[in-house]
């Protein structure tokens, strides 16, 4: 069998349990998915890598007057969309290498960009679709997981490709920033009524797939 190089690249699903106040201003426990890439140390115990990812916390409906546009009385169905993406940097510690169970801690560090996806649910000649980039937040945070060695898993022998169950549970602080939540089937005439403001701490449990090469 070939040599691994101690390259990674993996896919995964994202729970994000929302904490204290970032809790009470989001409809639902963000959810979404996230490429990774990392990279084996010479000792092969430890691992740097990154994250890119995209976590979704709200989908809402609500009626817009159309008095910045310049038309009073003219009302708009909108479906609003809210979300961040997700870019990290983290180092890995396996505590077991070379195994059918790898568990290892981690700590991350990166920053999560807020955003919101708002179109019109009706053909409007007065409302344009748009997409806005809110706050920035600072993210830290550390915690534990498990590879999975799918091929030793079911067959006590390596694959070609060595392919990895990856579970993660992380602990992430996040500062305070803006972000959106608009309330449901309400009417508005500014956008300003669906910004909350907190910190952004969460849990992150993370399930996927690993390729080494």
């Known amino acids: 069998m070939q040599a691994q190089k101690g390259i990674n690249l993996g896919f995964g699903f994202n729970n994000f349990k929302a904490l204290s106040e970032f809790s009470d201003n989001t409809t639902r426990n963000p959810l979404g998915v996230s490429f990774l890439a990392s990279k084996d140390l010479k000792n092969k115990r430890f691992q740097i890598g990154f994250e890119l990812g995209v976590g979704l916390y709200s989908g809402k409906r609500y009626f817009y007057e159309t008095v910045a546009e310049g038309y009073p009385g003219n009302y708009v169905n909108l479906y609003e969309e809210n979300g961040f993406i997700l870019y990290d940097v983290h180092l890995r510690y396996k505590l077991l290498k070379e195994k059918t169970l790898m568990p290892f801690v981690e700590a991350k560090a990166g920053a999560s960009t807020y955003f919101s996806i708002i179109r019109s649910m009706q053909v409007s000649e007065v409302y344009k679709d748009d997409s806005y980039i809110h706050d920035t937040a600072l993210n830290a945070g550390i915690g534990l997981g498990t590879y999975v060695d799918i091929g030793k898993l079911f067959t006590s022998k390596n694959w070609v490709k060595k392919t990895l169950l990856n579970i993660s549970g992380n602990y992430l602080l996040g500062s305070q920033v803006r972000y959106r939540n608009a309330v449901a089937y309400e009417v508005v005439d500014t956008f300003e009524s669906g910004f909350r403001e907190s ?11 690993v390729l080494a090469f």
Request: charged share 10%.
């Open 199 to 209: 910190k952004t701490n969460t849990f992150q449990y993370h399930i996927g797939l």
